[in-house]
């Protein structure tokens, strides 16, 4: 099964910050990631599809880029209700499988 | 309005078995794939199984002992999930779609435990 290696596990940010989470694959994955933010007792919320489409209602602030191996996810300028986990996973072959998470705290 | 609503959890005892079920409403439910996804507590969500066309795909850790399948005219999916274990336990979601899941049930728990 492909890995996917997030970085960092933890983040501490403040309201306007610009944050970068990034996610790696132990082999090329075209473009086929996805981004989800969850927040405590809710379902994964899609951000990101394709590695760069940004899902229809996300803020634009998210921003996806990369392809192959390596990927990044990019808040623009933090805002309090993006205080979440954070998970990329792939969706190139089965079992598709997620990064461990980037939990995303306020400073 | 897109709603998945999940079922059948709860508290089973190792080596026993239990029937999810996600009723699906609000989109042309026979045109779509449907996946399951697990997390355990305190960890990251684990793509469990996926329905596509006549296709079937299963996470290793649960082959050969959960079965997907799907009643197109009841709108729903079910994962038969037998010969379970401590490691089984978690929230259960169903997903729209084999993959870029843009809706969620609200999942429903399982416990394994004696």
């Known amino acids: 099964a492909i890995q996917m290696t997030q970085s960092p596990s933890s983040l501490s940010a403040s309201v306007g910050d610009r944050v970068i989470i990034t996610c790696r694959a132990s082999?090329?994955?075209?473009?086929?990631l996805g981004w989800y933010q969850q927040k405590p007792g809710k379902a994964p919320k899609l951000l990101i599809y394709a590695a760069s489409n940004l899902q229809s209602g996300v803020p634009s602030r998210f921003s996806g880029s990369g392809s192959g191996t390596d990927f990044t996810l990019t808040i623009s300028s933090l805002q309090p209700e993006d205080f979440a986990t954070y998970y990329c996973v792939q969706d190139y072959n089965y079992p598709y499988t997620f990064g461990q998470g980037t939990k995303l705290e306020i400073k | 309005e897109v709603q998945l609503l999940e079922s059948g959890g709860g508290l089973v005892q190792p080596g026993g078995s239990l029937r999810l079920s996600c009723a699906a409403s609000g989109f042309t439910f026979n045109s779509y794939a449907m996946t399951w996804v697990r997390q355990a507590p305190g960890t990251g969500p684990e793509w469990v199984s996926v329905?596509?066309?006549?296709?079937?795909y299963y996470a290793d850790s649960v082959k050969g002992r959960f079965t997907i399948s799907r009643d197109n005219s009841k709108n729903t999916v079910y994962l038969q999930m037998n010969s379970l274990r401590a490691e089984d336990t978690a929230v259960y979601y169903c997903a729209k779609g084999s993959h870029s899941w843009d809706y969620w049930g609200q999942g429903t728990l399982v416990t394994v435990s004696s």
């Open positions: 082999q090329g994955i075209r473009n086929d």
């Open positions: 329905i596509s066309g006549g296709n079937t």
